[in-house]
């Protein structure tokens, strides 16, 4: 504000000889600026084209395989399904996305703190013949009836792929957690023969008619 | 953490592991260390989500946790080590020309897992390999684990610090939290495993099938009977061994653009030598002895060794300093010194378009005359408007302009110095000087901006054009199978003519679009990795 002093006398006058920095006398300077300065201001000279070459075409070949790929692994944490507005009846037999609380990778527990740990419900062994298949589960009580029905839903899609993992969550569970296995008393075989349908060949219907009719995918039975 | 860090580090966390895991991510960073009570609260997520998020981020090393005295974990994110994400093409890419298709993918399985035990490594990276050779032909587990002691040997993965031994008695609990510990000797130190095998091939045909018979050789092979011999050994990608192989190439490059391919020859050489006695953040090397440069240069190199005194002399001598001369001892002493301001300047100081860096900065954004006249403050030092003018030989108005430009942009600034002991402004030079340092954080600052709007246009074209790519995306699925069940040429021909031509234009954009801009978010990584280095290197003066 110093200055200002000089309303009016002259140009406006500074506190610095401002030949000094290169302002001769009777020069014009740039208007004042009264608004911030536009979100896209246009550009004086383009930007030189990018380099290309074989080593920078391959490295992003590589950036964009990483992409998809990181997409895919368990590492990638998916918001689990949205509850739907009313219960429906096929909701029980259909193959839901991964709840929130399963973790579909087994970290090396003992590297990480224990608050950490999300428990691994076991079934209680079942008889021979009952595929051991066992569900990631959190440890709250207060689920235990959600989860029940959760459980269902996550047995079909757990059940033929992480097989291996499970048989080796088995053994160290058992030692483990021989206590928590009596909360659970659910027989699993038997929910699972309450339908005679294969849970695949299940179509509610919903997707009827929300294809468009061009579309010639193979029929779904 | 500048707020352009925080946002280009929760792009990168979103595009990588997803909403959750960003947003967990993105609190950490913006908040610093805190329990876990606290992220979930300020979250608002559920505890299980956090939990599964934590747990995601610390097996990729984004993340750590430290116990406290008074026996609660805490968790801080490191932000720089997200930023990192922007590199991995150029880690996997450099591995490759090292090692090697095999090296590739170690590096990359490591990368994309964060850790693994060296024997999950090999049994994946030979998976992988045997699926792309040909039929019949196997990748054998030895091969694997010999680039994989390479890889040790010459520290680009190293070990990650280990649970301690629990000599504890069955009644003290065990921590809430182990710590880990890592000995400086043992970081490389490959565990002796004896591991047999090849690579399996996925059949490709009932997957279902192959699912079952995987499980029962599993089951067959016991490997989940018992832990295998390496349990509990766990590795990870050195990333600054990384960077110091990008930091000698730069600088190797930049003597050859500067000098002639011979200087950079021997100034690898130098650095080769200097590779286990210097760590890599030491701003310069030991001295090594001319005599030493000669026995270690490469067997090819016939070069006498006059010649070779006559280039270390040319190089000791260069106005910018990077090599020095310390002694006479051994033919004369010479130091690598001062490798990130030599880079840097170099970039600076070319006289070609450096076009590769983003738009924002000098030669593009202002012209070459402008370059010019930077270089010309950067060798001077401080400089008058007058002899601004003069040097650069630059008519005065347009130096003038160019000079407020840059003044405006904080690229230059004015040095007063008073004449008399009152500052009076009619008595004081101004001069015009280049502040290197605040010029190179005002310009990975705005690398950082550009990164991140490259990602968010990126994003947006791709969301734009949502519909059309799953269209495409489905078409394509039809072909194939109808293709693998030997379907005739009409047919086939019919089904891509579900897309008409205007739409594999769109496509054909779009494509090229996301190329370009990730192309150039590949290239404005290039640039951070100079401008970050060579911030650190100032920052770690002895």
Known sequence: MAGRGGRGRGRGQMTFNVEAVGIAKGDALPPPTLQPSPLFPPLESRPAPLPGGEELEYMLALKQELRGAMKNLPYFVKPGAPRRDIERYSDKYQVSSPIDSAIDWSPDWRRLPRELRIRVRRLRPGPPHAPPAAALLPKCKQRLALDKEEAIKKLESLEKKEEEVTSEEEEKEEEEEGKEEEEEEYDEEEHEEETDYIMSYFDNGEDFGADSDDNMDEAVY | ?542
């Open chain 2, 1 to 542: 953490m500048t707020q352009a860090e925080i946002k280009l580090c929760s792009l990168l966390l979103q595009e990588h592991f997803g909403e959750i895991v960003e947003k967990i991510g993105t609190y950490l960073i913006r908040t610093g260390t805190q329990p876990l009570r606290m992220i979930v609260n300020d979250t608002g997520l559920s505890l299980d989500q956090v939990k599964k998020a934590l747990c995601v981020l610390i097996q990729h090393n984004l993340v750590t946790y430290q116990l406290q005295k008074r026996g609660f974990v805490e968790y801080e994110a490191q932000c720089k080590r997200v930023l990192r994400i922007l590199r991995y093409p150029r880690y996997i890419y450099t591995a490759k020309t090292l090692y090697n298709d095999t090296g590739e993918l170690i590096v990359e399985e490591l990368l994309l897992n964060g850790k693994m035990t060296m024997s999950a490594v090999v049994r994946k990276v030979a998976d992988r390999l045997t699926e792309t050779m040909e039929d019949g032909k196997t990748m054998d587990y030895a091969d694997v684990s010999s680039t994989f002691v390479r890889l040790a040997d010459t520290h680009f993965v190293q070990r990650c610090p280990l649970v301690p031994e629990a000599a504890e008695t069955p009644e003290v609990p065990p921590p809430p939290a182990p710590t880990l510990v890592i000995n400086e000797k043992d970081m490389y130190a490959v565990p002796k495993l004896n591991l047999v095998g090849k690579g399996k091939r996925r059949r490709s045909c009932d997957e279902d099938e192959n699912h079952e018979h995987k499980a029962k050789k599993h089951k067959k092979d016991g490997e989940d009977a018992e832990p295998p011999p390496d349990d509990g050994i766990y590795w990870q990608v050195n990333i600054d061994r990384f960077h110091q192989h990008f930091r000698d190439q730069g600088i190797v490059s930049a003597v050859a653009n500067r000098m002639d391919q011979t200087s950079s020859e021997i100034v690898r050489t130098m650095l080769r030598m200097s590779e286990v006695t210097t760590s890599s953040s030491a701003p310069y090397t030991q001295p090594l002895s001319s005599n030493e440069i000669f026995r270690s240069l490469p067997a090819g190199y016939n070069i006498v060794k006059q010649v070779l005194d006559q280039y270390l002399t040319l190089l000791a001598d260069d106005p910018l300093e990077f090599v020095g001369k310390s002694g006479d001892s051994g033919g004369g002493m010479y130091t690598f010194e001062d490798f990130m301001g030599f880079l840097a300047l170099s970039h600076f100081s070319l006289p070609i378009p450096i076009h590769w860096f983003n738009y924002f900065s000098l030669p593009l954004r202002f012209g070459s005359r402008c370059a010019r006249i930077f270089r010309l403050l950067l060798r001077k030092k401080h400089l008058e408007q007058k002899q601004v003018e003069d040097f650069a030989m630059i008519p005065a108005k347009e130096a003038k302009d160019m000079l407020y430009k840059m003044l405006s942009e904080n690229f230059v600034s004015l040095q007063e110095i008073p004449k008399t002991p009152d500052h009076a402004p009619s008595r004081t030079f101004y001069l015009y000087t280049v502040n290197i340092l605040s010029s190179a954080r005002m310009l990975l600052h705005r690398c950082y901006k550009s990164v991140a709007n490259l990602i968010e246009r990126r994003q947006y074209e791709t969301k734009e054009n949502k519909r059309l790519l799953e269209k495409s995306q489905r078409v394509e699925a039809i072909l194939a199978s109808m293709q693998a069940t030997g379907a005739e040429d009409v047919q086939l021909q019919e089904i891509e003519e579900m897309i008409t031509a205007p739409e594999r234009q769109q496509l054909e954009n779009l494509k090229r679009n996301v190329n370009k801009i990730d192309a150039s978010e590949n290239q404005v990584d290039e640039t951070i990795f100079v401008l970050e280095s060579f911030i650190e290197s100032t920052l770690k003066k002895p």
